[in-house]
């Protein structure tokens, strides 16, 4: 050591036990400069044209104090992959992400990792985000809590804090509570039983699979009236967080960022939903399109600068370097977006997006055979299709004169598909295929047999509210798969969760997550196996759920 780090160090020590240990942790926190917090808030299924005054005042009104962004777009159609870009500043090429089971590379040292090394207290408050596919984001999990109580408890911290929370509700089904359900009776032809039954439909089921209802196009405003009662709702949500945010004084300390996963289709091209709900999914504006909303303190404990408009293209790409800029904290992940408050924003990089077409519900998802690609660069938006690695289909749109996307024009202009058909197809060509991991296999020994739960049976939301575990007979050093069905016939989705050892332990499950992926299906039935095999399952444990 140094001479001089010693005398640091002893002046330090010194300085200690003069003030006490309370003093001292005093003199850390207001005597040295206060480290920012950040709050990521992404709401599920948030179209950008619905963010208009009358549908989202609260939302606009606090956009007066922050920078709203309005040529911002998504890298995918379903939610996974597009958190991920948010959290990482990662596109989903690089990724690897397109079905569940899927995770980023576990090499990665992204930033979430890295702030958290640097001191911050990072998680994330939602039951979906103990999947599989959120593995690896340097997130603490603390599920089945609101964020106010949770950041309330952060008050006078010394640690400053790094927060994620997704807004659920506007997930499909779109049945927003009875204050803000619009007047279906006015918008549905009198007396029509079956455009009711089709709007049960889209206010019952979670996912809506192209081809099983069959949608007719005077449908489209009483669907996009349910889905404006869902993001009003959420409006609301967001008035009473801004109000505790101002208030409490995070405002002074803390950036907000306030964006979605992706839109929704209204029947645009004949659906409802994104690619986890429909199977069909794509890369049209109305669900990549999206809000975007940043808030950061400056001098003076206000947002620095306030009350912008950006109106250049922006992706997800840039909201991590952005955020990592604005605490002077290197990323050691390489991040190929921009910093969006380090200048004007000059054009760059085109905008390119990725999606499989069943998004978390892929039939396998260690074969995903379909894709969807897209590029916009200036007034142009190439969309190419890909079946088994090759391109079966390339669709050009001049959003100038189209911005809906109606009018291919790709045989008008085949020099322009060619120009922007080639950094795409590289990209794909390059992109990162997850393989099936290699398990440890729990020999031959006898099938699993359940534990916890030890039969089947019925379970309420308050079981669930505070947490629970599976756990099974095996060996705790082997893999073992858990396979899950829920619902059957139309209304129906399966999947597997990998698991190290005999126990499964998940956090709390929130009400609006029981409300929207657990009631709909009716049961849900799960066994389990050692990794690898297909001949030592347990026997089906059903479990109903009940309100």
């Avoid at 039954?197 to 099983?212: C, L, N, Q, S, Y």
């Avoid at 949608?215 to 404006?228: G, M, S, T, V, Y």
């Avoid at 598909?417 to 991991?437: G, M, N, T, Y």
């Avoid at 039969?455 to 669930?464: I, M």
Wanted: no cysteine; aromatic share 8%.
């Amino acid at each position: 050591m140094s001479r001089r780090s010693f005398s640091i160090s002893l002046a330090v020590a010194v300085l200690a036990l003069a003030l006490g240990a309370a003093g001292y942790a005093a003199w850390l926190r207001h005597g040295q400069p206060k480290r920012l917090n950040v709050v990521i808030l992404t709401v599920e299924s948030f179209r950008a044209d619905f963010v208009r005054p009358d549908v989202t005042p609260n939302l606009l009104a606090a956009a007066e104090s922050g920078i709203r962004f309005t040529g911002h777009r998504t890298i995918s159609a379903w939610t996974a992959p597009n958190v991920i870009s948010v959290l990482t500043g990662t596109d989903p090429f690089a990724q690897g992400v397109h079905a569940q089971r899927q995770a980023v590379p576990p090499e990665w040292k992204v930033p979430l990792e890295t702030l958290s090394d640097a001191g911050w207290r990072v998680t994330g408050l939602q039951s979906f985000m103990q999947i599989d596919t959120f593995r690896g984001l340097g997130l603490a999990i603390e599920p089945g809590e609101e964020p106010v109580p949770w950041l309330e408890r952060q008050a006078g911290a010394a640690t400053p804090f790094v927060l994620w929370y997704h807004y659920l509700p506007t997930h499909l089904p779109y049945r927003p509570s009875a204050a803000f359900m619009p007047d279906l009776e006015a918008l549905l032809p009198a007396g029509d039983q079956a455009a009711r039954e089709r709007m049960d439909a889209v206010m019952t089921r979670p996912t809506i699979r192209t081809g099983t209802v069959a949608f007719e196009p005077a449908d489209r405003p009483a669907i996009a009236a349910l889905h404006a009662g869902a993001y009003r709702e959420f409006d609301a949500w967001f008035g009473r967080f801004w109000s505790f945010f101002k208030a409490s004084g995070l405002d002074r300390d803390t950036i907000l960022v306030v964006t979605a996963d992706h839109g929704d289709e209204h029947l645009e091209r004949g659906h409802v939903g994104h690619a986890s709900t429909t199977h069909d999914g794509h890369l049209h504006e109305e669900v990549t399109r999206i809000p975007l909303f940043l808030w950061v303190p400056g001098s003076g404990g206000r947002s620095d600068p306030g009350g912008r408009v950006v109106e250049a293209a922006t992706d997800h790409l840039d909201i991590m370097p952005t955020v990592m800029g604005r605490l002077g904290v290197a990323a050691e992940l390489p991040l190929a977006g921009r910093d969006l408050l380090a200048g004007p924003i000059a054009p760059g990089r085109p905008w390119m997006a990725l999606t499989s077409r069943a998004g978390f519900q892929e039939p396998d998802p260690d074969a995903v055979r379909d894709y969807r690609t897209a590029i916009a660069e200036g007034g142009w938006k190439l969309h190419l299709d890909h079946r088994d690695g090759a391109v079966v289909s390339r669709r050009l749109y001049d959003l100038r004169s189209d911005p809906g996307e109606l009018d291919d024009v790709a045989s008008l202009h085949p020099d322009t598909v060619a120009r922007l058909s080639a950094p795409l197809e590289s990209a794909f060509a390059a992109r990162r295929i997850v393989r099936p991991s290699a398990a440890s296999p729990a020999g031959d020994g006898a099938a699993p047999v359940w534990r916890v739960p030890a039969a089947s049976g019925t379970v309420a939301h308050q079981q669930v509210s505070g947490g629970f575990r599976m756990e099974w007979t095996g060996e705790p050093s082997s893999d073992y798969v858990i396979q899950y069905e829920a619902g059957e016939g139309l209304l129906s989705l399966k999947g597997e969760l990998e698991v190290k050892g005999v126990l499964r332990e998940f956090g709390p499950v929130d009400a609006a997550y029981w409300k929207t992926f657990i009631l709909p299906y009716g049961k849900v039935r799960m066994r389990v196996g050692p990794a690898g095999r297909g001949d030592r399952w347990s026997d089906w444990l059903v479990m109903t759920p009940v309100p």
